[in-house]
DNA sequence: CGTATTATTGACCACTCTCAAAAAACGTGG
DNA sequence: CCACGTTTTTTGAGAGTGGTCAATAATACG
């Protein structure tokens, strides 16, 4: 719950006319990619970046919206609450995504760090004031947004309409290809994330999501070496039970 | 599927320093709402309205995104489709809604007109020139997307958490909400949409629908003049079921 | 007014949830 | 490093919410 601030302001070995922000390894995924020197100098005094300890809250639903964050290292889920305790996850997120948007200045979900995380940190009024001088970090913005959304879309039609075994291989597939950009191979995933998270992600009960996997053992589908590593075995087996055919 | 396409640039009745779209009557909702009168002759250039038939559709999932969308009059869905034919419907939309934001360059849903409806449609290669000449308008657009993603975020936890019942009342006072802009008194709301596409909504089936309906009816929770008309009568407890307590 | 479509109601069933216990993994201190 | 307690995961048995299949009723439409 203690952010490590480091301030950054010093930092400014970019003097190149391409530069990359150096504190993420994300190189044209990154918000900063393809700035200019000076444009980058001031994009580096609005950003803080802040060492986010596993399980910690970095924000939560309903709190004044005060910055925005994009993930330099590790892992950030979202969710939101019922008042009854149910969860639901809307997002796992890596490193290159945006979150902390928020609507009529109140965050809509609460975030929290899944691992040892690394954020970037931009104040919205200083981070504002920045989008209306660089068109280009707007654009961004909106396109990292309407990809969101865009997921958001392909995770509705997951909740409403899936089969548990459907959700679970869909789950896998996006893994396999958001850790390792490819489906093919035999990947081994490092679950970040607890059977509770990924039941909260897709609508079910830790229990149904142990015996899917289990299933999916049984079948061939995959191994597991322990219960936070999946190796996909067969990749293309698993997008086709994804796409529900 | 004929849209009939009416060219509106000579319409340039607003020569006042705010001014607004005239096509429809969303004001500050709009849009073209806060724009100046320079500003205004060039949004028209860029606009068409399209007059669309019910149950047509407008685009769909996959296509090339070659225009954005707003809606003027009427309502529109949003859906995703399985292979075998199941659907998501990801969204209602109403006046004001914007719609047609695309991933990679396509649509990333489809979208039909649920009555006459009348759009706002914006080729994007000429509007992404206007965006960038009118940094209003690029922020307006940022602030639907964010909007729309936070509306996303609600029916995921819609669609993973909430009981059938939960579910039909979260959507009866949302369309309270979005039709008559209170949740007190007893309105009456049209149902534009069948009970199919009520279904595919919150990721049911017609039969729940329409089971869990009678037993609000049963409840006195609402009254139904007709299958398409539906009043509600007690707004407070509608509402406290749907947020699940 | 007859036909097609949509909505309602009923009976039954199954997928997933709930409750419960066992097994495995993890963390901590001796 | 191991014993211990805690937490997480897996597995099992049974139950329930919502789905499937089917028939009836109501509505829309030509």
Chains 1, 2 share one sequence.
Do not use: W
Not at 51 to 75: I, K
Not at 197 to 213: C, H, K, M, P, Q
């Amino acid at each position: 719950m203690v952010p490590l601030d480091t301030p950054v302001q010093e930092r400014e070995k970019a003097e190149a006319a391409q530069v990359s922000c150096g504190h993420c390894d994300l190189g044209a995924l990154a918000f900063c990619s393809g700035l200019k020197a000076d444009q980058f100098r001031r994009f580096l005094g609005v950003l803080r970046q802040t060492a986010v300890e596993a399980h910690s809250t970095v924000f939560r639903e309903g709190d004044q919206a005060l910055h925005l964050y994009t993930v330099a290292s590790g892992a950030v889920k979202l969710y939101k609450l019922l008042s009854d305790g149910r969860r639901q996850v809307t997002a796992f997120l890596f490193p290159g995504d945006f979150f902390g948007l928020s609507v009529n200045g109140a965050y809509a979900y609460t975030a929290e760090a899944m691992g040892q995380v690394m954020l970037c940190r931009f104040p919205r009024v200083k981070l504002d004031v920045l989008l209306g001088d660089i068109p280009m970090l707007e654009k961004k913005l909106l396109e990292a947004t309407t990809h969101e959304l865009a997921l958001a879309h392909e995770q509705m039609l997951l909740l409403g309409r899936k089969t548990a075994r459907e959700k679970l291989a869909t789950f896998l597939v996006m893994l396999m290809r958001r850790l390792t950009g490819r489906t093919d191979g035999t990947p081994l995933l490092a679950l970040t994330m607890s059977r509770s998270d990924i039941a909260d992600y897709l609508g079910l009960t830790i229990e149904t999501v142990s015996r899917t996997l289990t299933a999916f053992r049984k079948d061939g589908l995959i191994t597991c070496p322990d219960a936070n590593h999946v190796a996909i075995k067969l990749p293309d087996v698993l997008l086709r039970i994804a796409e529900g055919s």
